[in-house]
């Protein structure tokens, strides 16, 4: 298996662009998670979907962001518009719910640059 | 709610020192446990897990035993390489609370030559 496969691996886009970042889960996993890194705030879970639905934004920091699963393959996260402060490593995971415990697969991370 | 505490970091070693990071944790339910390592410029990668008390899982040399009466999931390894040297992450599963893993704050390894 290929793995969890993020696109762009690396992002620099200027103040106030819209910046899409994409992720195809592993084959047959009906968990997808977004996470966001940074080195003051760590790791944070933004979104989670299950079969394609989501189930908990909890963590979007603002309306700005916003995710879409449109199929079981694939994963969009949204920025519009971006912001300087929005600069981070954002993680897409998969994983599949009919194991009685949630192991995920964690894709490379896009390092996004916002200037 | 569930969570995970891990000892706050960096641990810094020199190759060959034994490392123990520590990792407790609280639950509603039956918990599995896992170890997450993350290198330079990547992403999370399973290190290794248990599913129940008294478990241990073990990888690269790296091990963990699932303790229910002291409710920990302490990582160890007899002798660390410079190669090791990354972010460690403890993490809880409890399908009959949630269906997220619940991530402690991670815990930086350095080990110099």
């Known amino acids: 298996d290929a793995g969890v496969i993020q696109s762009p691996r690396h992002e620099v886009t200027e103040m106030g662009q819209e910046v899409t970042l994409r992720c195809k889960p592993i084959?047959?996993?009906?968990?997808l998670f977004w996470y966001r890194q940074t080195m003051m705030r760590g790791l944070e879970l933004l979104i989670y979907?299950?079969?394609?639905?989501?189930?908990?934004d909890s963590g979007m920091p603002e309306d700005r962001f916003s995710a879409k699963m449109p199929n079981a393959s694939f994963s969009t996260l949204k920025i519009q518009p971006s912001e300087p402060r929005d600069s981070a490593v954002y993680f897409c995971?998969?994983?599949?719910?009919?194991?009685?415990?949630?192991?995920?697969?964690f894709g490379p991370g896009t390092r996004l640059t916002v200037t | 709610g569930d969570s995970v505490t891990q000892m706050e970091g960096p641990v810094t070693l020199s190759e060959e020192a034994f490392l123990t990071i520590n990792c407790t944790y609280t639950a509603t339910g039956y918990p599995s446990l896992f170890w997450y390592v993350q290198y330079p410029g990547e992403g999370l990668q399973l290190l290794l897990k248990?599913?129940?008390?008294?478990d241990k899982g073990s990888n690269k040399g790296f091990e963990a035993t699932y303790r229910k009466e002291t409710t920990s999931f302490h990582l160890e390894k007899g002798s660390v390489q410079v190669s090791d040297s990354a972010v460690y992450f403890c993490a809880l599963s409890d399908p009959g609370n949630t269906d997220k893993l619940i991530f402690g704050t991670g815990t930086r390894l350095q080990v110099f030559p």
């Open positions: 979907f299950n079969n394609n639905v989501p189930i908990d």
């Open positions: 248990a599913t129940k008390a008294d």
């Open positions: 084959s047959g996993h009906d968990y």
């Open positions: 995971a998969s994983s599949w719910g009919d194991r009685g415990y949630y192991e995920q697969y």
